[in-house]
């Protein structure tokens, strides 16, 4: 397997984004076309990874069903995926995060055994609608992350990546998708191993 994407998480005493490095360099795997805008950042401090995601959309979908989940999986939203391992071997963990606040997380094993009923224990997520587009930030506690085996000698398997909805002719949705490395698969899907970079967690 080639090596894969590497985004440096700084540390950060005053939980400065302005210190985090910015991951700006996200594509439309499936889609010929120039992707809007995301920017994402992410730093630690002793107790937490703290990541923040700040995307342009002009043309928010948000789905009103009832069921939490489906309202998630149905709307614009930022996702984050962590492995214990490139292979997905072991497990690994989403979270889908909408404009709202709203999360659908899980545990799952490849290929897309997904097991909903799980969540992740410490997780704080808050969605804000901002002109032309929204943000989601979030935190998880670094002993989580440790404890899953994800985190481990300051280095993380992480995918990032966007769902990004628009509204078309007939009330129908078109679903596009945005990821931070290309996974190269003939259609769209972020559940494989050719998905995922690495986050350097940096003293």
């Given at each position: 397997?080639?090596?894969?994407?590497?985004?440096?998480v700084?540390?950060?005493?005053?939980?400065?984004?302005?210190?985090?490095?910015?991951?700006?360099?996200?594509?439309?795997?499936?889609?010929?076309?120039?992707?809007?805008?995301?920017?994402?950042?992410?730093?630690?401090?002793?107790?937490?990874?703290?990541?923040?995601?700040?995307?342009?959309?002009?043309?928010?979908v948000?789905?009103?069903?009832?069921?939490?989940?489906?309202?998630?999986?149905g709307?614009?939203?930022?996702?984050?995926?962590?492995?214990?391992d490139?292979?997905?071997?072991?497990?690994?963990?989403?979270?889908?995060?909408d404009?709202?606040?709203?999360?659908?997380?899980?545990?799952?094993?490849?290929?897309?055994?997904?097991?909903?009923?799980?969540?992740?224990?410490?997780?704080?997520?808050?969605?804000?609608?901002?002109?032309?587009?929204?943000?989601?930030?979030?935190?998880?506690?670094?002993?989580?992350?440790?404890?899953?085996?994800?985190?481990?000698?300051?280095?993380?398997?992480?995918?990032?990546?966007?769902?990004?909805?628009?509204?078309?002719?007939?009330?129908?949705v078109?679903?596009?998708?945005?990821?931070?490395?290309?996974?190269?698969?003939?259609?769209?899907?972020?559940?494989?191993?050719?998905?995922?970079?690495?986050?350097?967690?940096?003293?």
């Open positions: 397997m080639s090596d894969p994407a590497v985004y440096h700084a540390r950060s005493r005053e939980k400065n984004w302005e210190a985090a490095e910015e991951l700006t360099a996200f594509t439309f795997p499936w889609t010929d076309a120039e992707p809007p805008a995301t920017r994402f950042r992410a730093f630690w401090t002793d107790d937490c990874l703290h990541f923040r995601f700040v995307v342009d959309d002009p043309d928010l948000l789905d009103e069903s009832p069921d939490p989940s489906q309202a998630v999986l709307s614009d939203r930022a996702e984050l995926f962590f492995a214990t490139r292979e997905l071997s072991g497990h690994y963990y989403g979270l889908e995060m404009p709202r606040g709203g999360v659908y997380e899980y545990r799952a094993r490849h290929y897309r055994e997904i097991d909903d009923s799980w969540t992740m224990p410490g997780l704080v997520v808050e969605g804000r609608r901002r002109e032309g587009g929204y943000e989601v930030v979030g935190e998880i506690p670094l002993d989580v992350l440790r404890d899953l085996d994800c985190l481990r000698n300051g280095r993380m398997v992480t995918g990032v990546y966007r769902a990004e909805f628009s509204h078309a002719a007939g009330g129908r078109d679903e596009d998708w945005i990821a931070w490395v290309d996974p190269r698969t003939e259609s769209p899907d972020f559940h494989v191993a050719s998905s995922f970079g690495c986050f350097v967690f940096e003293s």
